[in-house]
């Protein structure tokens, strides 16, 4: 469980390599299935979890202790590997049958008709989810389309939450200093502590940005109006902005920095956007073409937003320095 | 609720005279838009796809295509900014990101 929330969080997330070979489920003979998975250890872990009660072997390829699906787009979960393991496992000596089962999201990365050329083994592709593979064994190695497709319902998105807030929070910190910074330099404050007090103040709507980025659009993803995640994040990322010109009291920012309020509407919404757009490298059904798509777009106006509002920042510091 | 991206902009082509109707695409496609009709391979709806390149490496004929990938968009930007091709690998000027590869 530890473990588990360790992976989740992102500490030492490298480390969850196992060593590659064959693995035993039960007592497997020589009429076991043979089924293969990557060398994470969640990937290994989930297998061998579900495949309790029954005897099967498990072939563990070497993806750099990467999962299958990601393994599989990079090539390590491929068909050299596949092959070159099964002929140094020497699994024809070992079973009397030539059946790899294979997960769905490992096909990317094979070709089946070319493993059985190289090690004489044919490819049936399982479920795409663990959960599903006793069933499938039970009904002949036959797959419902159900069980043929990827899914990314609320629970699947909720549990990269964590991930996304920790990977992003570096930027954010910076953001706080460069606020805290100024609020030191401007003078106005008797102590640090106001000082720190009210350049969190200033942060709130960054914070907001970071949470809509990292935890509200992976969360409410299909609810959000657009395709695009860059929109979605826009969408949600124009209501900190507004409410920082409507109350800008509650936010630290008094009535005369007006160029200062003004550069909140280009940064928030611009941060909340690019925050979620970034989300699409976890999703399940983002395509290359779509992300390009969106980038071709969103990137310019990201740049303009970040430039306009560091000089509206600028301004507002030199203003208050001169006047 | 289903979640749905970009509309037109996959990739995917499929040569309908190169398909022997093995079935491999159908069986390997992650959202199931490509099925299997009168013994040939059919897309149902291409908007779906999410060019993960399964079906292309798996059809024995090389009817189907894609120009395959991940649809991250860290990647995207790596590989703006290194004139390659979007890859998400350490050592790149956007850290790998820990969420997806």
């Given at each position: 469980m530890t473990?588990?929330?360790?992976?989740?969080?992102?500490?030492?997330?490298?480390?969850?390599?196992?060593?590659p070979g064959l693995y035993a489920v039960?007592?497997?003979?020589?009429?076991?299935?043979?089924?293969?998975?990557?060398?994470?250890?969640?990937?290994?872990?989930?297998?061998?979890?579900?495949?309790?009660?029954?005897?099967?072997?498990?072939?563990?390829?070497?993806?750099r202790g990467i999962n299958v699906w990601c393994a599989a787009g990079k090539g390590t979960f491929g068909t050299a590997e596949l092959a070159s393991r099964i002929n140094a496992l020497r699994l024809r000596r070992l079973v009397n049958h030539n059946v790899l089962i294979l997960p769905q999201l490992g096909a990317p990365g094979i070709a089946a008709?070319?493993?059985?050329?190289?090690?004489?083994?044919?490819?049936?592709?399982?479920?795409?989810?663990?959960?599903?593979?006793?069933?499938?064994?039970?009904?002949?190695?036959?797959?419902s389309p159900e069980m043929r497709k990827v899914s990314f319902v609320l629970k699947e998105r909720a549990v990269l939450v964590p991930?996304?807030?920790?990977?992003?929070?570096?930027?954010?910190?910076?953001?706080?200093?460069?606020?805290?910074?100024l609020n030191l330099a401007s003078g106005k404050h008797q102590s640090f502590s106001i000082a720190a007090g009210m350049a969190f103040l200033n942060f709130i709507p960054y914070l907001s940005a970071f949470l809509i980025g990292c935890a509200a659009v992976p969360l409410l993803l299909p609810w959000i109006p657009f395709r695009s995640f860059a929109l979605k994040g826009l969408l949600l990322g124009l209501m900190p902005a507004a409410f920082v010109l409507?109350?800008?009291?509650?936010?630290?920012?008094?009535?005369?920095?007006w160029l200062f309020k003004a550069s909140y509407l280009f940064t928030v919404p611009a941060a909340a956007s690019f925050l979620s757009l970034n989300f699409t490298g976890s999703t399940t059904y983002t395509s290359l073409s779509g992300v390009k798509k969106e980038m071709k777009y969103a990137l310019k106006p990201y740049i303009a937003a970040g430039a306009l509002g560091l000089i509206l920042i600028a301004a507002d510091s030199i203003t208050r320095l001169l006047f | 609720m289903e979640n749905k991206y970009?509309?037109?902009?996959?990739?995917?082509?499929?040569?309908?005279?190169?398909?022997?109707?093995c079935g491999m695409c159908a069986a390997v496609c992650p959202h199931q838009l490509l099925f299997m009709?009168?013994?040939?391979?059919?897309?149902?709806?291409?908007?779906?796809?999410?060019?993960?390149?399964?079906?292309?490496?798996?059809?024995?004929?090389?009817?189907?295509?894609?120009e395959c990938g991940v649809g991250c968009a860290v990647a995207v930007l790596n590989g703006l900014f290194r004139k390659s091709s979007p890859e998400c690998e350490s050592g790149s000027i956007f850290k790998k990101r820990k969420g997806c590869c």
């Open positions: 473990g588990m929330m360790k992976v989740r969080l992102g500490i030492g997330r490298d480390d969850y390599k196992v060593p039960g007592k497997p003979d020589n009429n076991s299935p043979v089924l293969v998975t990557a060398n994470y250890k969640l990937s290994l872990d989930s297998l061998r979890c579900e495949l309790s009660g029954l005897q099967a072997w498990i072939a563990v390829l070497d993806t008709h070319e493993v059985l050329k190289l090690c004489g083994f044919k490819v049936i592709y399982g479920p795409v989810r663990a959960c599903d593979i006793k069933e499938f064994l039970n009904n002949g190695m036959k797959a991930i996304e807030l920790v990977h992003n929070i570096k930027p954010m910190l910076l953001i706080y200093s460069v606020l805290l910074v409507l109350y800008p009291e509650t936010f630290g920012c008094s009535d005369d920095s | 970009i509309r037109n902009v996959s990739t995917l082509k499929l040569e309908d005279e190169k398909c022997i109707g009709q009168d013994g040939k391979s059919a897309v149902r709806d291409k908007d779906m796809c999410m060019e993960c390149g399964a079906c292309a490496k798996n059809c024995p004929t090389s009817a189907i295509s894609v």
